[in-house]
């Protein structure tokens, strides 16, 4: 099959821009690999909350369930973020858009590149060779357990939940990983407070004996924060749930010291989306500075996804090239810069 | 009234050496500063399990309540770490005395001494002049929730539930404390996806009208987590709940670079208890290689909530003066360095 349908959510913010850079890479990369993309646009996010009053229309959503993949932008605007009494927001968008297409493992890759190690706040002999995965359970815990405010506003509370079979399919993702890779799995949890850890714990103790190759640790989320920059290099594969994955790989995500260049997948059984990590940055807005190669390395992650590991490695070698040679937009170099558009043709000319 | 009752835990691991030096220390501040502390001993944590199967038994209850302040060591044994089946824990004494004592505020204070900021993972110029104090809510939330899991082990969940008296009080305290300092308070929680942070949010903006002076910022904790490594001096106060607080209060205390220099206290309206926040590290127990300044300034703390703020200047001068004239123990200097016990006769002759 060399035919993909793309959905394309560019979003709020600098969404559209990067995004933008990616289609105009998957327009090099058809030509170079003879294939063909199909893109359709969806409205997403606060874009759509003041076009259609829906975070996430039911014809997106539609676009989304139809495609190969998803290409996602940014969402978010400050109008909501100041305003917690709003009743709709761009984030709904997104929880019910991975509801929906069961895109239960979010999956972010950290590297550090050689030329940009002096722009992390860590220091080089701390984070230099740092390669960890991230599965972080997306579809679940309590993001979507039960809520309740008590309609005096007296009391609220949030259900964390998870059943044995929310936990499996990521915990063999996360271990088919590992075996690729270094063979360590860490499991991060707060077993000794949470029931729901403690079945986290168990489920993946049974898990490991069938992949004898792999050494299960355990840590801690508490001590997980301080690990991971104390001494990032001893993690390979990361596991964990949906709240404490939110907040170890947005953490993680500063070793590198560039946010600008992190790309996730979050995948599910029949759909997949790509997008940066990164927000929607509402200031950079129109500017042309905003960094495209968190969207470009995404896109990556979609090659690979959609089998098409040539293009994937190709893309890959073309962002290290950018970077390597400092064809890099202004938030990794101030004194000589390139427009988002610029680094996006650079890129793509390479392939 | 210079005569105090306190209540000495030392623990597990290297929490009796640590407390050993706290208790010197105070036997010297009694002397200089003319008031009289009667100690009692009582029992916790794994040392509890084992001589009596409870890791808070009721005497040691008993001896807390009784107490005008708590002296706390650390818990924790790997016997109980390992063994995610085991029923009884140290971990859930520590949690019951918490909850039994009301101890609602957990207060950790962050600086940086000048001549130890080159043991920071952290570059200099990120973490130069750092001052932060966290205010974690410590007997409520997920912690204290409804738990279950059912008994064919294919589900469990977690209830996160806070009430406004729950939030109130500690938010005063924050709000008060930042008063006295930079008037800034930043509250940390996940309000676009939480019922409860939403319920946090909105006490605190109520709050915040009865302190003009105080700046009051809003911080979701998966951003808080990156901008603690990228940016820590623009925080002065942060406020949080018991969870995020956990997280976040552990990955902040690596900025430092010595997570044995730090102290916590934990107030409720009746009693006070005071910790080192390092554990009890196992491996290092009865070696006399433990840092005690971490107790120590826990002491002073509670010097402090004694009313005796000029023994607890005195005390933290007298740290101050122990580090800057590197007498220290080997975690702070490798080259040159003493014992657990030297580092605190040193400072209580200072005094
Ligand atoms: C926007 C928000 C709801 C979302 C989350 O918390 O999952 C974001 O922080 C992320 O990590 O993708
Ligand atoms: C030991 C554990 C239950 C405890 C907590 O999570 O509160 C500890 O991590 C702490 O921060 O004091």
Not at 109 to 116: C, D, I, R
Not at 143 to 158: L, M, N
Not at 263 to 273: K, Q, T, V, Y
């Amino acid at each position: 099959n060399s035919y993909f349908k793309i959905a394309v959510l560019p979003g709020d913010g600098i969404g559209p821009e990067v995004v933008g850079e990616s289609i105009k890479i998957l327009d090099a990369v058809a030509e170079v690999f003879k294939c063909n993309f199909q893109f359709s646009y969806g409205l997403m996010g606060a874009e759509a909350i003041f076009k259609t009053g829906d975070p996430l229309p039911d014809e997106t959503l539609k676009i989304c369930k139809d495609s190969d993949a998803v290409l996602f932008g940014a969402i978010g605007d400050p109008v909501f973020d100041n305003n917690p009494e709003a009743k709709v927001r761009p984030e709904q968008g997104l929880l019910k858009l991975r509801k929906e297409l069961g895109l239960y493992a979010n999956i972010r890759p950290l590297k550090t590149y050689a030329s940009l190690i002096d722009k992390s706040p860590l220091k080089r002999e701390i984070i230099e060779g740092t390669d960890i995965q991230i599965f972080r359970e997306l579809v679940s815990g309590i993001y979507f357990g039960e809520k309740f405010t008590d309609p005096d506003g007296k009391y609220a509370y949030d259900v964390c939940k998870y059943s044995t079979e929310e936990i499996i399919p990521i915990a063999h993702m996360a271990f088919r990983e590992a075996e690729k890779r270094k063979k360590k799995l860490t499991l991060i949890d707060k077993a000794n407070v949470l029931d729901t850890s403690r079945l986290w714990r168990k489920t993946c103790q049974k898990i490991a004996s069938q992949y004898p190759d792999v050494q299960l640790d355990y840590l801690f989320v508490d001590n997980a924060a301080m690990q991971l920059i104390l001494n990032p290099k001893q993690f390979d594969v990361i596991l964990t749930e949906n709240m404490f994955g939110d907040i170890i790989s947005d953490e993680a995500s500063v070793i590198g010291g560039s946010i600008g260049l992190l790309p996730s997948a979050s995948i599910g059984e029949e759909n997949a989306l790509f997008e940066p990590i990164h927000g929607s940055y509402p200031q950079a807005k129109g500017k042309g500075i905003a960094n495209p190669v968190a969207s470009i390395l995404s896109t990556a992650m979609m090659l690979d996804y959609l089998e098409l590991p040539e293009a994937a490695e190709k893309l890959r070698r073309a962002v290290e090239h950018a970077i390597e040679n400092r064809y890099v937009t202004v938030d990794l170099n101030s004194e000589q810069h390139y427009s988002t558009s610029e680094v996006g043709s650079f890129i793509a000319d390479y392939i």
